[in-house]
């Protein structure tokens, strides 16, 4: 549903048309290049900039209450460092720097950081300027998570034949590949490996697989048991055992050996806060989580739907999964749907939407889609045709602005570019402007629109007969 105004009023003629593809994976996230810290540089500078995993489950933020796994460490690792220091020399303060799992090891090479805390295993060992910390906890296993009522299995070996899906840069790959090995001496089907879209982290693949969207993951034990807390319809097979690193670690670099032994000594006395999750647990309480959309009943109604929504979408040049996906999560498909403030429909437009896209009777289907899709598109034209956002984060921030309004979007990334964020990636930067200043519901609704949308797009092929395909048209412009 729209929750917030338009306020530039343009002709239905000046509306511009959306791209329509399978979109490629987010862009980088920014970062300059910086010198490396040993621990009096800290000191003297009075911050450790700590380079951590972007995703939610390791270092999210709502509204200044930190819920990523990461934090309850940072923040006695800050307190220990002051208490240890030299009364004169100041307060060390942490900077947190959030990047992709996969670029973190070069950005601490680099020296964009001080020390490193992904919260997760790496799937790569360091490079010899990296060192590894002593282990934070206990073990942390990978173990094979899937939906509850799903078939039991005794052992690791009977995954032959199955798919596993895995976030970008997930440890379980290696471990994954290994197996496969030890399957073809058997001569036994390999494991597939679904790598999904980069703008999925290990917690969003846990709630697609609760879902069933995808059948199965393989993540940390401490990942699946710390999700299981939110997600009850999830199970851990314990019995599946994979090969490989069961320990997290920090890392930093081996010209910073001050840093690296104080790092030791803190990790040698610190204890985990009784329940570090509560945070958590309250941001995640009883947050919208996603359904499988193409369920049989959901599949036939997405195809009686396809005509209008194929045919809207290719008059703004949109890919019609994204109006799907949509419409999934505003209405679950029914066109019949009334929400708060006049909003209904498929689209759950409301009718000075409408008007301002020069649209009316929105209780008719086609009228609804249309007065949706020219929306959506004037959003796009108006606030982010840029070519420095690729198609993959534009459809985000279009999506972000439908609900929220792109104005206030418009503020967030440039809040995120002062902070030093990628304000072209809404994915993991972007975002965590919005947990902070909005909450969870405004990120976690473009984040289960764009789950819908990528349970549709593998599935593109029965959905989209290949002679019905939208083409698209390229019409981002400008630097």
């Known amino acids: 549903m729209i929750r917030s105004t338009l306020f530039l009023l343009v002709a239905a003629g000046f509306l511009m048309p959306l791209n329509a593809t399978a979109r490629p994976a987010g862009p980088p996230s920014a970062g300059h290049p910086g010198k490396t810290h040993d ?22 933020e709502v509204k200044g209450q930190p819920i990523g796994v990461e934090y309850p460490r940072l923040a006695a690792l800050e307190k220990y460092l002051n208490n240890q220091g030299p009364a004169k020399a100041g307060k060390v303060h942490i900077k947190v720097i959030p990047k992709a799992k996969e670029q973190l090891f070069a950005a601490l090479q680099r020296g964009e950081g001080d020390l490193m805390a992904p919260g997760e295993l790496m799937d790569a060992a360091p490079p010899p300027s990296i060192v590894a910390s002593a282990p934070l906890q206990g073990e942390a296993p990978l173990v094979l998570v899937g939906q509850k009522g799903a078939r039991h299995l005794a052992r690791v070996e009977q995954l032959s034949g199955h798919s596993v899906a895995l976030a970008s840069g997930s440890a379980a790959g290696d471990a994954i590949d290994a197996l496969n090995r030890r399957l073809a001496q058997h001569h036994q089907a390999p494991v597939k490996i679904e790598w999904v879209d980069p703008s999925l982290a290990a917690e969003d693949v846990l709630e697609m697989v609760q879902a069933g969207i995808y059948p199965q993951t393989v993540v940390e034990r401490p990942i699946a048991e710390r999700w299981l807390k939110v997600m009850p319809r999830l199970r851990v097979d314990a019995r599946v055992a994979f090969p490989g690193p069961a320990r997290l670690n920090w ?9 690296q032994g104080g790092l030791e000594q803190f990790l040698q006395s610190y204890k985990a806060p009784a329940d570090g999750d509560a945070n958590f647990k309250r941001a995640y309480a009883g947050l919208y989580q996603v359904h499988d959309p ?3 009943a959901d599949r036939q109604r997405l195809e009686e739907l396809r005509p209008v929504l194929q045919r809207n979408a290719r008059e703004q040049r949109m890919d019609w999964l994204d109006l799907a996906a949509l419409a999934f999560k505003e209405s679950a498909l029914d066109s019949a749907a009334r929400g708060g403030s006049g909003a209904t429909g498929l689209m759950q437009m409301t009718p000075a939407a409408a008007q301002r896209v020069g649209v ?27 070519r420095a956002i690729n198609e993959r984060e534009r459809m985000a921030f279009v999506i972000a602005a439908y609900n929220m309004g792109p104005e206030r979007v418009q503020a967030m990334r440039a809040e995120a570019r002062k902070r030093g964020l990628n304000p072209n990636q809404w994915f993991f930067q972007v975002e965590r402007i919005a947990m902070e200043q909005v909450g969870m519901n405004a990120v976690n609704y473009v984040t289960s629109v764009n789950k819908y949308y990528l349970a549709y797009n593998r599935e593109r092929d029965s959905l989209e007969p290949q002679s019905r395909r939208v083409a698209w048209v390229d019409t981002a412009t400008g630097p």
């Open 360 to 386: 009316s009777n929105i209780q008719n289907l086609d009228n609804n889609v249309q007065a949706s899709a020219r929306y959506l598109a004037l959003i796009r034209q108006k606030f982010f045709a840029s």
């Open 251 to 259: 890392y930093v670099r081996s010209d910073a050996p001050q840093l």
């Open 294 to 296: 193409l369920k049989q």
């Open 39 to 60: 621990l009096p540089a800290i000191r003297s500078s009075h911050v450790l900039r700590v380079l951590v995993n972007q995703s939610r489950n390791s270092s999210g």
